[in-house]
């Protein structure tokens, strides 16, 4: 794909922000509130003590209803406690923090709002392991295979909740950027049938390889950048397979993330008819050049026409892939937890509040040593954030004239597949939902004057939140790397793609005594040495008056939200307005 003019700037800020960016039953019972602060197992054991029992085990603080610091800090390292494992979806241990989630919405006089009138909405999922020593997929050209290496070349799975899933002998067709968008104007599949194919897509969408061309959202990434958006407009036009390349740049990560997803795959098993392509795989640029070649093609050249209007889809003439995938499956099950706030007014109309609990779990490492995987950032953080705004407006006297809704929900690491449930059953019709908020990984940076809106200039929503920001001295900016496509990348484009008006937002990095600088050594610092590994632990050290202050904000824009009668929308020209838009008419 062709690179933009040279901008070293621009490559500086990239190098950043890739790094930033990567580097997007019943309730239980709830213990009685208890003044004293947990005693872990090791000051127990050095004070003499046998470690406490399981079963008082999280304890429920008394937390204030006031937005505080303090209560935030309590609710982060309770959630990133080695006690639950690294909250591994669907695992004894790590549903526990779901339990506790519950009985911290019970104890604040929330109202349960899962199935059958319990706190918790089932998640039905497969674990899918590849066999490995069971499974090909490799590229004939002519009468010469490719020799295409697992994770050296190429890395590829199946979608699809079977044991064996199986491709011969599929044409390749090399259909661009694999985007259908009318508002665009813009069909990459026009006169194409593929049914049957393998289509082979570029990451990113037209306006990362032209972004002064005016096309798409120039180099801010849209939803038809994201590779799962190519893979489900695959399967919309009948593929057998998918092939993605990598670009390191378009793609904002290195081959070693897309490496990372040989393992095991954790699948909606959800029972219903939404489409999958059996084959979904990646491939490194140079194999796709490769690929190319052998078949009479200049990659580049055709990399560089799929960018300008009118390109039409080449056949890769006699290039045919075959896979034979063999997969061990086991069911597992997970929960999303959530309660409600019932509006005094207008109690069928909600705001919906999300965060994931879930993180990676254990690890066994060479050594048989364990690490555990605790997201105290990543994402006890944003989980503790819905909690201490659901507390503060629960408090509220009178209630709210809207209901509100707080969802945190499961197997984000593993593919958003707790917010994509909600999304196929929401317990609140999209109809009737307002408008969502998302909150994911954030930052103790200290007190910010700015406010980050990832995706920013997508919705309504920011002219509120910007209405709210000013009141606090502050004014909101984007993300550092637009191009990431961070929007794309957390729970909120689950409903995003169903139409409904969505924020991503928290606490920018402009400190407010000690400057932007500041804040980015410190974000990058977190992506760079601990972010999705073992030192995501909480730091009692952290400054989170930030984060109070952040929950001040939004609690101040739900109240000015859920008392009114607005229905904020996209704004014009966003991919998801005309989806909403036909929702609500």
């Known amino acids: 794909m062709p690179k933009p003019a040279p901008r070293t700037a621009r490559l500086r800020a990239l190098f950043l922000a890739a790094v930033l960016a990567l580097l997007a039953a019943c309730a239980p019972e709830a213990p009685p509130p208890d003044d004293d602060p947990p005693v872990d197992d090791a000051a127990r054991a050095a004070a003499g003590a046998p470690p406490a029992p399981e079963d008082t085990w999280p304890v429920h603080e008394r937390t204030s209803p006031e937005i505080r610091a303090e209560d935030l800090a309590y609710r982060i390292s309770t959630l990133a406690d080695d006690r639950f494992a690294g909250r591994f979806?669907?695992?004894?241990?790590?549903?526990?923090?779901?339990?506790?989630?519950?009985?911290?919405?019970?104890?604040?006089?929330?109202?349960?709002?899962?199935?059958?009138?319990?706190?918790?909405?089932?998640?039905?999922?497969?674990?899918?392991?590849?066999?490995?020593?069971?499974?090909?997929?490799?590229?004939?050209?002519?009468?010469?295979?490719?020799?295409?290496?697992?994770?050296?070349?190429?890395?590829?799975?199946?979608?699809?909740p079977?044991?064996?899933?199986?491709?011969?002998?599929?044409?390749?067709?090399?259909?661009?950027?694999?985007?259908?968008?009318?508002?665009?104007?813009?069909?990459?599949?026009?006169?194409?049938?593929?049914?049957?194919?393998?289509?082979?897509?570029?990451?990113?969408?037209?306006?990362?390889?032209?972004?002064?061309a005016g096309r798409f959202n120039g180099e801010a990434m849209t939803y038809y950048g994201r590779w799962t958006?190519?893979?489900?407009?695959?399967?919309?036009?009948?593929?057998?397979?998918?092939?993605?390349?990598?670009?390191?740049?378009?793609?904002?990560?290195?081959?070693?993330?897309?490496?990372?997803?040989?393992?095991?795959?954790?699948?909606?098993?959800?029972?219903?008819?939404?489409?999958?392509?059996?084959?979904?795989?990646?491939?490194?640029?140079?194999?796709?050049?490769?690929?190319?070649?052998?078949?009479?093609?200049?990659?580049?050249?055709?990399?560089?026409?799929?960018?300008?209007p009118g390109f039409e889809a080449v056949e890769l003439g006699g290039a045919r892939l075959s896979a034979s995938l063999h997969s061990d499956l086991e069911p597992m099950v997970s929960r999303n937890v959530a309660g409600r706030i019932e509006g005094s007014a207008r109690p069928d109309e909600h705001l919906l509040y999300m965060a994931h609990w879930d993180h990676m779990g254990e690890r066994v490492n060479d050594d048989g040593s364990v690490?555990?995987?605790?997201?105290?950032?990543?994402?006890?953080?944003?989980?503790?954030?819905?909690?201490?705004?659901?507390?503060?407006?629960?408090?509220?006297?009178?209630?709210?004239?809207?209901?509100?809704?707080?969802?945190?929900?499961?197997?984000?690491?593993?593919?958003?597949?707790?917010?994509?449930?909600?999304?196929?059953?929401?317990?609140?019709?999209?109809?009737?939902?307002?408008?969502?908020?998302?909150?994911?990984?954030?930052?103790?940076?200290?007190?910010?004057?700015?406010?980050?809106?990832?995706?920013?200039?997508?919705s309504e929503l920011e002219d509120l939140l910007e209405e709210k920001a000013a009141a606090q001295g502050r004014h909101l900016v984007p993300e550092a790397n637009p191009a990431a496509g961070s929007f794309y990348r957390s729970d909120h484009v689950s409903l995003a793609r169903r139409g409904l008006p969505v924020m991503y937002a928290?606490?920018?990095?402009?400190?407010?005594?000690?400057?932007?600088?500041?804040?980015?050594?410190?974000?990058?610092?977190?992506?760079?040495?601990r972010y999705h590994e073992p030192g995501d632990e909480f730091d009692p050290d952290w400054d989170l008056t930030g984060l109070a202050e952040d929950a001040e904000l939004f609690a101040a824009l739900s109240?000015?939200?859920?008392?009114?009668?607005?229905?904020?929308?996209?704004?014009?020209?966003?991919?998801?307005?005309?989806?909403?838009?036909?929702?609500?008419?």
């Open 371 to 458: 690490d555990v995987y605790n997201g105290a950032i990543d994402n006890a953080s944003g989980t503790a954030f819905i909690l201490e705004l659901a507390e503060a407006i629960a408090a509220d006297d009178p209630a709210p004239e809207r209901s509100l809704l707080f969802v945190a929900v499961t197997a984000e690491e593993q593919g958003l597949l707790g917010s994509e449930y909600y999304a196929r059953r929401p317990l609140v019709p999209l109809e009737k939902t307002v408008a969502g908020f998302n909150f994911d990984a954030l930052q103790p940076v200290g007190r910010t004057r700015d406010v980050m809106v990832v995706g920013k200039g997508s």
């Open 162 to 212: 079977e044991a064996a899933v199986a491709v011969d002998d599929s044409e390749l067709v090399f259909v661009g950027y694999g985007v259908t968008a009318p508002e665009y104007d813009w069909d990459d599949y026009a006169g194409t049938d593929v049914t049957g194919k393998t289509v082979v897509i570029l990451i990113n969408d037209p306006g990362f390889a032209r972004p002064d």
């Open 559 to 585: 109240r000015r939200l859920a008392n009114s009668e607005d229905w904020p929308n996209w704004y014009e020209g966003n991919e998801f307005r005309a989806l909403r838009d036909a929702m609500m008419d």
């Open 89 to 160: 979806p669907g695992e004894e241990r790590g549903e526990l923090a779901a339990d506790w989630i519950a009985g911290e919405m019970e104890r604040m006089g929330l109202q349960p709002a899962g199935d059958d009138g319990t706190w918790f909405q089932e998640v039905p999922m497969i674990r899918s392991t590849l066999d490995e020593a069971r499974s090909s997929l490799d590229i004939v050209v002519g009468d010469e295979p490719m020799g295409l290496r697992f994770r050296d070349d190429v890395v590829y799975w199946s979608p699809n």
């Open 229 to 308: 958006y190519k893979y489900e407009e695959a399967a919309r036009r009948g593929a057998a397979g998918a092939i993605i390349v990598h670009q390191a740049e378009p793609a904002s990560y290195g081959w070693t993330v897309v490496h990372g997803w040989a393992g095991p795959q954790l699948l909606l098993d959800a029972g219903d008819d939404e489409p999958a392509i059996p084959v979904h795989a990646w491939a490194r640029e140079e194999v796709v050049q490769r690929l190319f070649e052998a078949a009479g093609h200049d990659f580049d050249a055709l990399a560089e026409a799929a960018a300008e």
């Open 506 to 529: 928290s606490g920018g990095l402009e400190h407010v005594e000690r400057g932007r600088e500041y804040g980015e050594a410190m974000l990058a610092d977190y992506y760079a040495n």
